[in-house]
């Protein structure tokens, strides 16, 4: 199970980098960053947002992996990783169109 959890986190990681990655070159139709040849800040509304998300996306990956943490430590009864595992799993579905995507992780 632990080399399962490490693979989807690596994998929900590697996504959000290319989230990341993409919101970063987005840019509004009016933007005056998207001509210039140098890439520099702007305000554009929608990379801050998307950017957001991905923050908000890491933040709760982080937290999870804190729970499975948590659980190996105490060596409890292992519910917290089963409901740390089905989290995972529904983040990395917005990805279920990636190659990398097993389609073990169906929820
Ligand atoms: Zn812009």
Not at 2 to 7: E, K, L
Not at 59 to 69: D, G, N, T, Y
Not at 77 to 99: G, N, T, V
């Amino acid at each position: 199970m632990r080399t399962t959890i490490n693979y989807l986190v690596g994998f929900l990681h590697a996504r959000l980098d290319d989230d990341e990655r993409d919101a970063r070159l987005f840019h509004e139709l009016d933007c005056p960053v998207r001509t210039a040849l140098a890439p520099r800040a702007c305000w554009c509304p929608c990379p801050g947002q998307l950017l957001g998300h991905v923050d908000i996306n890491r933040s709760l990956v982080a937290r999870h992996m804190e729970r499975l943490e948590r659980e190996r430590i105490t060596q409890g009864w292992p519910s917290e990783s089963i409901r740390a595992f089905e989290c995972l799993k529904a983040m990395a579905l917005a990805y279920e169109l990636h190659p990398d995507w097993p389609d073990t992780w169906y929820p």
